[in-house]
């Protein structure tokens, strides 16, 4: 099971796994740092030393969690690819899983590192469809844009203002934003 | 020095004063709830029982302080209404203390309560400057049209994404807003 990186790799997976077996098993209020070593097979105390505090470590996997898996679809126009990658975001985002995940990610991240991150993979497949965009020779808007008029609505309404979230939400913020 | 509202009301006022002192005298990690509540004049327990932990307690102090003191500026005209009261939003929430308190706010509040009433003092400035906007004969967007454009691209920066917020990006996302 080794990956590269070493004994602070398999650390981090093991650990990660744990959290995530034990979330599901005896739910996130019961979770414990002396619970996680356990399970993961490391001493508490190595916890402690690489992530300070359970929030910390529940921000660190909520990051990985929101890490998408693939790369946005190409459906052969700007329109359709942000229309889709909107879409799917507001979906992933806005369940209670991923509320659940945004916040953790937030709450245990003082310097903003793991928010960073959260807002990086968003940039990143905005570019990757912005770029695509481009050499099909689309006029395209730039990334801080498109983060602005799409991407920082749908998180305002999950953090602070109790709307319904929905696909023809996503579509209007699109379509607001490439007319 | 009683106020309306009779004991309930009294103990928050001692309580929030209390955190606020203490908070500039030994700042935010040295907050305990014995050490607020010696100040404030109350017993621990009665703290406890209103607020359960330190982490809800400060989300309140935080969206007290996150309230307006005054309503917008009256400029005579809604793009100078609308930008003078963005580019005040930005500098107070974009501050260090600001930031701070908009931690504190989404922190303590599971229930996402806190949160809700940030965004209400956004929207009530908003719905000001829109219905004199409406009563001059102006052509004006809605509420919600002006949080997605203004307010989500602030808070969202301001949370996930390190950038700088000034004045200039405050009057930028008004005009885009009200092309």
Redesign the interface.
Known sequence: MARPGGRSARVQQAVHAAVRELDTEVGRSALTIPLIAARAGVTPSTIYRRWGDIQELLSDVAVEHLRPDTGPEDLGDLTSDMRAWAEQFVEEMASEVGRAYI?DA??GDPE?NN??Q??AYAADAIDVILGRAGARGETAPDVETV???V???I???I????SPLDAAYARR?VDGCLK
């Open positions: 916040r937030l709450l903003s928010a960073s959260c807002s983060l602005d008029a991407v920082a609505p998180m305002y309404r953090l602070f203002r109790p913020l």
